[in-house]
């Protein structure tokens, strides 16, 4: 099975649809080896002491349990993004993992850059790999993406709005 890398970004996204099946996570974690440094963890912790549907996110990302591999890293100090994004970073490239899941829109040049061999994946280009391989009806993931969209604010921004596109073209 392929490995994953996943940032707290692409995780709490994940986690947004909530209980529903199929839902974004549960396809994940059936489609790939996921694992997440202590870091993602620790911020995904944090997250999960708020009452907002960022908590309600990270608790479901959280309830997975053992179908996560957590992992130790040591964080490069230089590195210009926050501890989660860092040490996703670093795993991703230390595993040689497949694919590295990041939702920081404003950084994925940056995130890009700093990965060996593991292709960036965000959210929407995920939903379209489960719409591709039939294992996610293109209406589920319009739907989806429109109330992950809505809970982290991507309303705006012209690479969530592609990705809609494409699966208005479904």
């Known amino acids: 099975m392929a490995e994953l890398v996943a940032d707290t970004s692409g995780l709490v996204s994940l986690g947004t649809a909530g209980d529903r099946t199929p839902n974004p996570i549960s396809l994940?974690?059936?489609?790939?080896?996921?694992y997440v440094p202590d870091e993602?963890?620790?911020?995904?912790?944090?997250l999960a002491s708020y009452d907002d549907e960022h908590a309600r996110a990270a608790t479901a990302v959280l309830d997975l349990?053992?179908?996560?591999?957590?992992?130790?890293?040591?964080?490069d100090a230089t590195f210009p993004l926050d501890d989660g994004e860092n040490a996703a970073v670093?795993?991703?490239?230390?595993?040689?993992?497949?694919?590295?899941?990041?939702d920081e829109f404003n950084r994925l040049g940056l995130i890009h850059a700093s990965l060996a061999?593991?292709?960036?994946?965000?959210?929407?280009?995920?939903?379209?790999?489960?719409?591709?391989t039939d294992q996610l009806p293109a209406a589920d993931a319009r739907t989806y993406l429109a109330e992950i969209s809505a809970a982290r604010s991507w309303d705006a921004?012209?690479?969530?709005?592609?990705?809609r596109s494409l699966f208005d073209e479904s």
């Open 40 to 46: 993602v963890i620790a911020e995904l912790e944090t």
């Open 117 to 132: 061999d593991a292709r960036l994946v965000t959210t929407p280009t995920l939903l379209s790999v489960f719409v591709r």
């Open 157 to 163: 921004n012209s690479y969530v709005q592609r990705a």
């Open 28 to 34: 994940c974690v059936a489609a790939y080896d996921l």
């Open 65 to 75: 349990g053992s179908e996560i591999t957590v992992q130790s890293v040591d964080l």
């Open 90 to 102: 670093t795993l991703a490239n230390e595993r040689d993992a497949d694919l590295l899941l990041c």
